[in-house]
């Protein structure tokens, strides 16, 4: 018998359908081993010796992996193609080893990038061994990611309560979209203006024209400053008789766009999909996996995290044969199209995505796949085919028009217009944008020859106004980190996802603001940690990374060069005061918490007090402005003065349309418990029909069509096959969630609720833990009670994590993780839990005692 090893149990599943009864495939269910979250797992003495631990469960998986080894001919690892899966393999083979379990055991390392029968057959005729230096990049990454988390955030805690935490990545993702908001709030609005003027030929066809050039000087764009000015040209252009003075015409190509890496696919997926980074990659790792077709489970897409562009021949060769019996020969390029990235520091060591099956076509496989699945499957397989198709060719067309004024002047008003020749690739497929261009051409223009007479319609004088910089979406963030070099394609989503859950950053209208804890935590590190919040250090980091995983740089070396540095760095603040970190945070975000006054005066100047200076406060619960005669004067405020935390949450209700059935008009509101849409206004002692908006959805995608959607929950999917009762979807206090006769099982994500199943829910529903699994699991034991003794421990419970000492139960903050804790900390929590209950039990038997006077 021979044992393979795989990251997941739907792989397992499938895969060992394809290698047979001399086969059997475990699941490691991922990582099996961590570092653990407390101090002293990397060890900077001991030359960076790596402590790890191995929870319940994977010890569990772990025992099992290893008696299905003992005895068996060949142990295969067969992990992911990247550096994760190659850690994985390697921690399972470090504690196979550690268990004696693998006497006499041939030990192989196979890699596969499709989960299809010929993929996996051809891996298994292709082993090696485990990836040294790919190893040691892993480990170098671990160990700094773990170095700078847990030497960084004890520091923010201190001298930032309320701060969460400091990472690698993290906190350089962070400044991005910070220094972005700053650059908002800096920016001064410039006014200028244009002409437009609608002309007409003598044939009737109307086209527009824009005010290009007087006296043969081209105009830059703020020419025009001002509506006096503009209201003189217009009248000029008014009166003139313009004539064709030049006619250009010229063609222009236009090549496809290569396949996607894990980065593309995330953008366009949230340009043209609406879907989040996580959900993207949760979507495309079902498509990846397997999905049931017909009896026979098949792995729909190649791997999904790389970021090469570059594609098998033989899914060129595939590519071309669709394009030339779908398409025609006409569509099909006389060479096959070779790409090669362009993003910094890429790898390319892996295939860019692409369907396992070119012939395999979206209509095939509709009918097996959930809506999203669907959706990505249609979008992997459009940029795989459109990357093998022949150019657009299209042809630009500008005429100038010119008339002598009045004024002796000669003005030239100029139209352009483009028209596609040839659609080419764009025929099946066409990439998405992120901001529209101000200077896209228009269409097709009406025939027209030199010299010839146009007759002027209209002419509008337009003021326009420059505008800020767009905040970053997920899409435009995990571009710029990926221009940058910071980051790869397995941390991006990770990332944005640590962002959001530490409350530094907050989506609205889809796009990422930062909160003032964000700003704050990146203000200080800019203040005293600048280095390591640099583009470039980040880049640089990263660029060492990929030179370990090829074996040209040794990965204790980096760590040593590293660590050094940032350890003195950390060692030079330890003994910071408070004050002068205030101080310096102060002068950093200055424009953004003492925003400018009136008449020019000082915006620090205390509006409570005569004398006072405001200025950033620390308390129990994070920074806030206070006054610098407290406590004589207790004037604060919050961090930030900023209205739009509240943009699109207050104000009055915004009417989205009516409902088709009813008639009766659809507004969004904001209530106590936050936005919810709203059906009528109710009457006759009736009230109007009304539903949440689920925590996390963008208040941007609530329209009409949402709203119905939403005030339609809880939404019945059908009959259990077993059962013959409803299955429902909703959204209930945890989330999105299927329900059948009382019992309920989470969704992945809110688009689910909308879109799930009955296949996917009647899986769900099967999958879901019992009451057993669901009891309160030890997640970290911090030792006995410095003063009474008696374990303390860190659970994980129905409603999150707690602290238990005996039997008192004291929930964690929201600000802190459980793996942060520690037994100082919890002995706290605990004492104020055995507080506030004896304060209960006091006030309960007072309220008995008085109950019994008045009954006497």
Same mark, same amino acid.
């Given at each position: 018998?021979?044992?393979?090893?795989?990251?997941?149990?739907?792989?397992?599943?499938? +895969?060992?359908?394809?290698?047979?009864?001399?086969?059997?495939?475990?699941?490691?269910?991922?990582?099996?081993?961590?570092?653990p979250?407390?101090?002293?797992?990397?060890?900077p003495?001991?030359?960076?010796?790596?402590?790890?631990?191995?929870?319940?469960?994977?010890?569990?998986?772990?025992?099992?992996?290893?008696?299905?080894?003992?005895?068996?001919?060949?142990?295969?690892?067969?992990?992911?193609?990247?550096?994760?899966?190659?850690?994985?393999?390697?921690?399972v083979?470090?504690?196979?080893?550690?268990?004696?379990?693998?006497?006499?055991?041939?030990?192989?390392?196979?890699?596969?990038?499709? +989960?299809?029968?010929?993929?996996?057959?051809?891996?298994?005729?292709?082993?090696?061994?485990?990836?040294?230096?790919?190893?040691?990049?892993?480990?170098?990454?671990?160990?700094?990611?773990?170095?700078? /988390?847990?030497?960084?955030?004890?520091?923010?805690?201190?001298?930032?309560?309320?701060?969460?935490?400091?990472?690698?990545?993290?906190?350089?993702?962070?400044r991005?979209?910070?220094?972005r908001?700053?650059?908002?709030?800096?920016?001064?609005?410039?006014?200028?203006? !244009?002409?437009?003027?609608?002309?007409?030929?003598?044939?009737?066809?109307?086209?527009?024209?824009?005010?290009?050039?007087?006296?043969?000087?081209k105009?830059?764009?703020?020419?025009?400053?001002?509506?006096?000015?503009?209201?003189?040209?217009?009248?000029?252009?008014?009166?003139?008789?313009?004539?064709?003075?030049?006619?250009?015409?010229?063609?222009?190509?236009?090549?496809?766009?290569?396949?996607?890496?894990?980065?593309?696919?995330?953008?366009?997926?949230?340009?043209?999909l609406?879907?989040?980074?996580?959900?993207?990659?949760?979507?495309?790792?079902?498509?990846?996996?397997?999905?049931?077709?017909?009896?026979?489970?098949?792995?729909?897409?190649?791997?999904?995290?790389t970021?090469?562009?570059?594609?098998?021949?033989?899914?060129?060769?595939?590519?071309?044969?669709?394009?030339?019996?779908?398409?025609?020969?006409?569509?099909?390029?006389?060479?096959?199209?070779?790409?090669?990235?362009?993003?910094?520091?890429?790898?390319?060591?892996?295939?860019?995505?692409?369907?396992?099956?070119?012939?395999?076509?979206?209509?095939?496989v509709?009918?097996?796949?959930?809506?999203?699945?669907?959706?990505?499957?249609?979008?992997?397989?459009?940029?795989?085919?459109?990357?093998?198709?022949?150019?657009?060719?299209?042809?630009?067309?500008?005429?100038?028009?010119?008339?002598?004024?009045?004024?002796?002047?000669?003005?030239?008003?100029?139209?352009? %217009?483009?028209?596609?020749?040839?659609?080419?690739?764009?025929?099946?497929?066409?990439?998405?944008?992120?901001?529209?261009?101000?200077?896209?051409? /228009?269409?097709?223009l009406?025939?027209?020859?030199?010299?010839?007479?146009?007759?002027?319609?209209?002419?509008?004088?337009?003021?326009?106004?420059?505008?800020?910089?767009?905040?970053f979406?997920?899409?435009?963030?995990?571009?710029?980190?990926?221009?940058?070099?910071?980051?790869?394609?397995s941390?991006?989503?990770?990332?944005?996802?640590?962002?959001?859950?530490?409350?530094?950053?907050?989506? *609205?209208?889809?796009?990422?603001?930062?909160?003032?804890?964000?700003?704050?935590?990146?203000?200080?590190?800019e203040?005293?940690?600048?280095r390591?919040?640099?583009?470039?250090?980040?880049?640089?980091?990263?660029?060492?990374?990929?030179?370990?995983?090829?074996?040209?740089?040794?990965w204790?070396?980096?760590?040593?060069?590293?660590?050094?540095?940032?350890?003195?760095?950390?060692?030079?603040?330890k003994?910071l005061?408070?004050?002068?970190?205030?101080?310096?945070?102060?002068?950093?975000?200055?424009p953004?918490?003492?925003?400018?006054?009136?008449?020019?005066?000082?915006?620090?100047?205390?509006?409570?007090?005569?004398?006072?200076?405001?200025?950033?406060?620390? /308390?129990?619960?994070?920074?806030? +402005?206070?006054?610098?005669?407290?406590?004589?004067?207790?004037?604060?405020?919050?961090?930030?003065?900023?209205?739009?935390? /509240?943009? %699109?949450?207050?104000?009055?209700?915004?009417?989205?349309?009516? *409902?088709?059935?009813?008639?009766?008009?659809?507004?969004l509101?904001?209530?106590?418990f936050?936005?919810?849409?709203?059906?009528?206004?109710?009457?006759?002692?009736?009230?109007?029909?009304?539903?949440?908006?689920?925590?996390?959805m *963008?208040?941007? !995608?609530?329209?009409?069509?949402?709203?119905?959607?939403?005030l339609?929950?809880?939404?019945?999917i %059908?009959?259990?096959?077993?059962?013959?009762?409803?299955?429902?979807?909703?959204?209930?206090?945890?989330?999105?969630?299927?329900?059948? *006769?009382?019992?309920?099982?989470?969704?992945?994500?809110?688009?689910?609720?909308?879109?799930?199943?009955?296949?996917?829910?009647?899986?769900?529903?099967?999958?879901?833990?019992?009451?057993?699994?669901?009891?309160?699991?030890?997640?970290?034991?911090l030792g006995?009670?410095?003063?009474?003794?008696?374990a303390?421990?860190?659970?994980?419970?129905?409603?999150?994590?707690?602290?238990?000492?005996g039997?008192?139960?004291?929930?964690?903050?929201?600000?802190?993780?459980?793996?942060?804790?520690?037994?100082?900390?919890?002995?706290?929590?605990?004492?104020?839990k055995?507080?506030?209950?004896?304060?209960?039990?006091k006030?309960?038997?007072?309220?008995?005692?008085?109950?019994?006077?008045?009954?006497?």
């Amino acid at each position: 018998m021979n044992v393979v090893i795989v990251e997941s149990p739907a792989k397992a599943k499938t +895969i060992n359908k394809y290698l047979g009864p001399d086969y059997q495939v475990l699941a490691s269910y991922g990582h099996v081993r961590d570092l653990p979250s407390k101090d002293g797992s990397v060890s900077p003495d001991n030359d960076f010796e790596m402590h790890w631990d191995i929870d319940g469960k994977s010890a569990k998986r772990l025992s099992d992996i290893a008696k299905a080894v003992k005895g068996s001919q060949k142990l295969i690892l067969a992990t992911d193609p990247d550096r994760e899966g190659e850690a994985i393999s390697w921690h399972v083979l470090q504690v196979l080893q550690q268990k004696n379990a693998l006497k006499d055991v041939e030990v192989e390392r196979v890699v596969f990038n499709a +989960i299809t029968r010929k993929s996996v057959l051809e891996a298994m005729q292709h082993p090696r061994v485990i990836d040294a230096p790919l190893v040691d990049a892993y480990l170098a990454r671990r160990a700094l990611d773990y170095l700078v /988390g847990f030497t960084l955030s004890p520091v923010l805690w201190r001298k930032l309560p309320g701060a969460r935490s400091a990472g690698r990545v993290q906190s350089v993702a962070l400044r991005l979209v910070c220094d972005r908001e700053a650059e908002i709030e800096a920016f001064n609005s410039r006014e200028y203006w !244009s002409i437009v003027a609608a002309m007409k030929t003598a044939a009737g066809e109307e086209f527009e024209s824009r005010l290009n050039a007087i006296d043969g000087a081209k105009l830059d764009k703020f020419d025009i400053s001002d509506e006096a000015g503009a209201t003189s040209l217009k009248q000029a252009i008014e009166q003139g008789a313009f004539a064709v003075q030049s006619i250009e015409s010229k063609a222009h190509t236009r090549n496809p766009q290569p396949p996607f890496t894990t980065s593309t696919l995330q953008q366009e997926a949230s340009r043209k999909l609406s879907l989040s980074s996580r959900r993207t990659m949760q979507v495309a790792q079902k498509l990846y996996e397997g999905v049931n077709m017909g009896g026979a489970t098949q792995g729909l897409i190649t791997y999904m995290r790389t970021d090469g562009v570059q594609i098998a021949p033989e899914a060129i060769t595939a590519a071309r044969d669709v394009i030339s019996s779908n398409y025609g020969s006409d569509y099909l390029p006389a060479e096959a199209r070779i790409y090669k990235s362009k993003a910094k520091n890429a790898q390319e060591a892996h295939e860019a995505i692409r369907p396992t099956e070119l012939s395999r076509t979206p209509q095939d496989v509709e009918s097996f796949l959930e809506r999203e699945e669907a959706q990505l499957y249609k979008l992997i397989w459009q940029r795989t085919l459109a990357s093998q198709m022949a150019s657009a060719k299209l042809e630009r067309t500008t005429v100038d028009l010119t008339s002598t004024g009045t004024d002796g002047r000669t003005y030239t008003l100029r139209a352009t %217009g483009q028209v596609t020749r040839f659609d080419g690739f764009r025929k099946l497929y066409d990439e998405g944008k992120d901001e529209k261009s101000a200077d896209e051409l /228009g269409g097709r223009l009406p025939s027209l020859n030199q010299n010839e007479a146009v007759a002027t319609e209209r002419v509008e004088a337009n003021q326009h106004f420059t505008e800020p910089p767009p905040r970053f979406s997920e899409a435009t963030l995990i571009k710029k980190m990926e221009e940058l070099g910071i980051g790869r394609p397995s941390t991006y989503t990770s990332t944005l996802s640590v962002l959001r859950d530490r409350e530094y950053v907050r989506m *609205d209208k889809r796009r990422l603001i930062p909160e003032d804890k964000g700003r704050l935590v990146t203000a200080f590190l800019e203040a005293f940690f600048q280095r390591y919040v640099q583009y470039d250090f980040t880049a640089d980091l990263e660029e060492k990374l990929d030179l370990i995983s090829s074996g040209k740089l040794n990965w204790k070396d980096v760590l040593r060069e590293f660590w050094d540095s940032f350890f003195a760095a950390v060692d030079e603040i330890k003994d910071l005061r408070i004050t002068a970190v205030l101080d310096a945070l102060n002068d950093l975000l200055g424009p953004h918490i003492f925003p400018e006054v009136a008449d020019d005066g000082d915006p620090r100047k205390c509006t409570s007090c005569d004398n006072g200076r405001l200025s950033l406060k620390t /308390g129990r619960y994070g920074a806030f +402005i206070g006054c610098s005669n407290y406590p004589d004067c207790r004037f604060t405020r919050q961090f930030s003065q900023s209205n739009e935390a /509240g943009e %699109g949450r207050g104000g009055e209700a915004k009417e989205l349309g009516s *409902d088709p059935a009813t008639e009766l008009v659809i507004t969004l509101r904001s209530g106590r418990f936050g936005p919810y849409v709203q059906l009528g206004e109710g009457g006759d002692g009736e009230k109007p029909k009304r539903s949440s908006v689920p925590k996390g959805m *963008d208040l941007e !995608s609530v329209d009409l069509e949402m709203a119905l959607a939403l005030l339609a929950l809880p939404r019945e999917i %059908g009959a259990h096959p077993e059962s013959g009762k409803p299955i429902v979807a909703g959204f209930g206090r945890y989330g999105p969630f299927v329900e059948h *006769d009382g019992k309920y099982a989470n969704l992945d994500s809110i688009e689910e609720v909308f879109s799930v199943g009955l296949n996917r829910a009647v899986t769900v529903l099967a999958e879901r833990p019992s009451k057993q699994s669901r009891r309160a699991t030890v997640l970290k034991e911090l030792g006995d009670h410095p003063e009474l003794g008696g374990a303390v421990q860190v659970l994980d419970g129905r409603y999150g994590p707690y602290v238990k000492h005996g039997k008192i139960n004291a929930t964690l903050p929201k600000d802190r993780k459980a793996e942060d804790i520690e037994l100082s900390e919890a002995v706290e929590l605990i004492a104020a839990k055995s507080k506030k209950g004896s304060g209960r039990a006091k006030t309960k038997k007072r309220a008995s005692k008085s109950a019994a006077e008045a009954t006497n």
